[in-house]
């Protein structure tokens, strides 16, 4: 897919900013390494260029310039069960002076993150192959997006946010509300940012004291 249409399907995404021609470049080389490994290991079950572009690439471009309305002089960012690098890898596209970190348990997708990093020539990103408590260090910001079992894995997550950093949780509004239940009184919770073109999903930002 040209850079062209890929700029189209993301402006709703993009708000009134227009997507640097670099960005556009990078999303475009992050798609066909996705598409040609996704024939191989199951990354995504959405298998249509366009919908990947809106569904992943969209969403996880939104999540960002809500994290980074203001860009960073520096941060931390970890993407738990990273799995095909959203929304880490979008983020750090959008915001390249973060250092990201790619938590993956499984060896063969945390190949296929090593991989996108080299075609992209991505500084500060590295992959964590393994399970997010075997993780020893914690950052500003910590994302999580369509992970398994999430009661089970919020409170684990939880654990890898910095003082004073931020957890962005990718859910439906339904979760959202779960979410809160599970945190304790160290976080405050922001109104939840709805995802353009969506079913009910949100980005959903809690601030650890």
Known sequence: METAPIAKLLRPFAGD?????????QLQR????????????????VRDPEQIVTRHFGESLFAARVLFAEPPRSATLADVGSGGGLPGIPIKLF????????????????????????????????????????????????????VEKFERTLPVVVKLVAP?????????????????????????????????????RVVAIANRD
């Open 17 to 25: 900013a227009e997507l640097p021609p670099l960005l556009l470049e």
């Open 30 to 45: 992050y798609l066909e390494v996705l598409l040609r490994w996704n024939a191989r290991i199951n990354l995504t079950a």
């Open 95 to 146: 915001a390249p002076m973060i250092a990201l970190t790619l938590i993956e348990s499984h060896q063969k997708k945390a190949t296929f993150l090593r991989e996108v990093i080299r075609n992209l020539d991505l500084m500060d990103a590295e992959v964590f192959c393994g399970r997010a408590e075997e993780w020893k260090e914690s950052a500003d910001v910590v994302t999580m997006r369509a």
């Open 164 to 200: 004073g950093g931020r957890l962005c949780l990718m859910i439906g509004a339904a979760q959202s509300e779960a979410a809160r239940t599970l945190l304790d009184a160290g976080w405050k919770w922001e109104e939840p940012h709805p995802v353009p073109l969506s079913s009910g």
